[in-house]
């Protein structure tokens, strides 16, 4: 056993990044180990990997289920520098990504109907562990390992740097319209916050031929959202009489914040019989269920996870299909801190982006 543990040590690649020590959520340079590439493993260069608001709940333990050192980043994209000898999609050049997993099962319900994310012993890209016991690091990092199954293609017409993002936020909302229907030309869509999720929920809905209309607190964000992304209207849900004028006029809404909030205002806005609400922003505190208004207009209140990799996939071409990426800022590894405080407040518009190629190295020596 200490033969064997030993060939595993010395096939161990040293990587470097970025960590969390403890729910502070402050990062430093972490230096560790991923394993060797195995057969059906690719290996990459990280180029760029976004700051999602996850990241931020899981480097602060808002979910309490975290353990340190924790590497964040599921946002992933880069080139391709091994593979496995059993590796059949990819060659060593690739542009390629990994999103929000890096392993499942295989074997239950939701494996075998490609939906991953919804598998019970789903391995996330950080915070989580594999079978062994090895922590997963996620993206904030030189290079990352992952088998093939959970390796998304880039196509080439999009940039890396702002597909980034897609792999987890347009993952999301793009699975969200999908599964609930949500995607068809004509229908009126709302779409709750326009942060890294809401922005591109914005470009997603555009590119199916729905009507969108942008529901915010912040009037600052009107501008934006109509004459940036091309959002047909804009509500602001503080607003009585603008949230009383479209009563009952929206068919679906995808509600994309991650603070506490009042849902049932927006309850108010779907059609009656047929209106959706999925929920796909992760509040640290649960929020209340208007009950009276779900039963009396009989609507629906869903919700929605990171899509499966087979439906990654199919979202990234079609972004490319569509010209669709999403609006970032890039920043040096180590702004991250300042990044994450920023995320925090809001001050982004509208997804943090690392240029890990250019600024790891320069901010780990």
Request: with cysteine; proline share 4%; aromatic share 6%.
């Amino acid at each position: 056993m200490a033969s064997e543990k030993s060939l595993e040590e010395e096939q161990a690649v040293n990587t470097f990044g970025w960590a969390a020590m403890d729910s502070s959520g402050v990062l430093s340079s972490f230096a560790f180990s991923r394993r060797a590439t195995g057969e059906e493993d690719v290996r990459l260069k990280v180029l760029y990997c976004g700051i999602c608001h996850s990241d931020l709940g899981c480097i602060k333990n808002e979910w309490g289920w975290c353990s340190y050192p924790l590497v964040p980043g599921h946002e992933i994209v880069g080139i391709a520098t091994e593979v496995g000898s059993k590796v059949t999609k990819f060659k060593v050049g690739d542009r390629v990504g990994v999103g929000c997993m890096v392993g499942s099962c295989g074997t239950c319900l939701n494996c075998t109907q490609n939906l991953e994310s919804y598998c019970p012993e789903v391995i996330m890209t950080c915070a989580s562990a594999y079978p062994d016991g090895t922590p997963t690091y996620g993206g904030f990092s030189n290079q990352m390992v992952a088998n093939e199954k959970f390796i998304i293609r880039i196509p080439e017409k999009l940039p890396l740097d702002a597909a980034a993002p897609l792999l987890c936020a347009g993952s999301t909302v793009y699975s969200a319209m999908k599964f609930y229907g949500l995607c068809s030309q004509g229908l009126h869509l709302g779409v709750v916050g326009l942060g890294g999720l809401g922005h591109v929920a914005v470009k997603f809905a555009k590119a199916f031929g729905m009507k969108v209309t942008v529901i915010s607190t912040s009037l600052g964000k009107k501008e934006e959202a109509i004459n940036q992304l091309g959002a047909d209207s804009f509500l602001i849900n503080t607003d009585t009489e603008q949230m009383q004028g479209a009563m009952e006029t929206m068919d679906g809404i995808i509600d994309t914040v991650s603070a506490l909030h009042p849902i049932e205002p927006l309850l108010g806005l779907l059609k009656s019989h047929q209106g959706k609400l999925i929920i796909v922003g992760l509040p640290n505190k649960q929020p209340e269920l208007p009950v009276f208004s779900l039963i009396n207009g009989r609507k629906m209140i869903g919700g929605n996870a990171v899509g499966g990799v087979k439906e990654t996939q199919e979202m990234v071409d079609f972004a490319a299909e569509h010209n669709i990426t999403a609006d970032i800022e890039i920043v040096p590894m180590d702004y991250v801190n300042t990044a994450m405080e920023r995320l925090e407040k809001g001050d982004v518009k509208f997804r943090f982006v690392i240029d890990v190629e250019n600024t790891l190295v320069a901010a780990q020596t």
